[in-house]
């Protein structure tokens, strides 16, 4: 797991910024969903093209928030990106410049859809009442990215638990474009994972200054558990 520490200077920044560290700490689950971002084959495998080894030491973590936010009638959203002909055209420069054509290749056919490290990683606990939509930009949010929005609207959705990876790029990234869309996004430190704990910190300090209510997940579990409504155990 991230080694995970807010500075002082920056919590007494955000005391000072909203009058407590965690603005969010009472939800709504009605209004409110766990977004799980790209828990796929392809970032979670040894030696996945894409792997991000401390991606599989959160998923206990996720799996928790899961079942809390499923038992307090909130609703978990599984985030799935997908490479498909639209999106390596309309997204050419990408894969065109930020990759060899080797890499470009490989990533494409990674991330098909239908192929096997497209698939939701298999200890990922994920029910039936569960929604998972594919995104084919690190951002859930850009528009034609994702139906991610349209869904969160039709349920009434306005506060988001981002939990997933890579923290500091498709998390990151939904997080932020989310917040702009003035929904409450909490982010959750340590159920979420980059590839350096170094970039995975970055990632907290701007989310927790500027973008979101960073919390662990302990902190999540009881503000859900404080929640209303709640099913009985």
């Not at 994702?146 to 959705?157: C, F, V, Y």
Request: glycine share 4%; net charge negative.
């Amino acid at each position: 797991m991230h080694e995970v520490s807010l500075t002082a200077d920056l919590l007494a920044q955000i005391r000072a910024q909203r009058g407590k560290l965690h603005p969010f700490e009472r939800l709504d689950m009605r209004h409110t969903a766990h977004v799980v971002v790209d828990l796929q084959n392809g970032f979670m495998e040894s030696g996945a093209p894409v792997e991000v080894p401390v991606a599989r030491e959160i998923v206990p973590n996720v799996n928790s928030i899961s079942a809390a936010v499923r038992r307090s009638r909130g609703r978990n959203v599984f985030l799935r990106m997908t490479v498909d002909a639209d999106s390596r055209s309309s997204w050419s420069n990408w894969f065109a410049h930020m990759h060899t054509p080797q890499g470009g290749a490989a990533v494409a056919k990674a991330f098909a859809r239908d192929a096997h490290h497209w698939q939701l990683w298999p200890k990922l606990d994920v029910a039936g009442s569960d929604h998972i939509i594919e995104k084919t930009r690190f951002g859930a949010f850009v528009p034609g990215a994702s139906g991610l929005h349209e869904l969160l609207q039709s349920h009434d959705i306005d506060t988001l638990i981002i939990t997933g990876t890579l923290t500091n790029c498709c998390c990151e990234s939904t997080a932020r474009d989310a917040m702009q869309m003035n929904y409450k996004v909490i982010f959750v430190s340590d159920a979420t994972a980059a590839l350096t704990d170094a970039a995975h910190a970055a990632t907290l300090e701007n989310m927790a200054m500027l973008f979101a209510d960073v919390m662990t997940t302990e902190e999540v579990i009881a503000a859900v558990s404080r929640a209303v409504p709640t099913m009985p155990l």
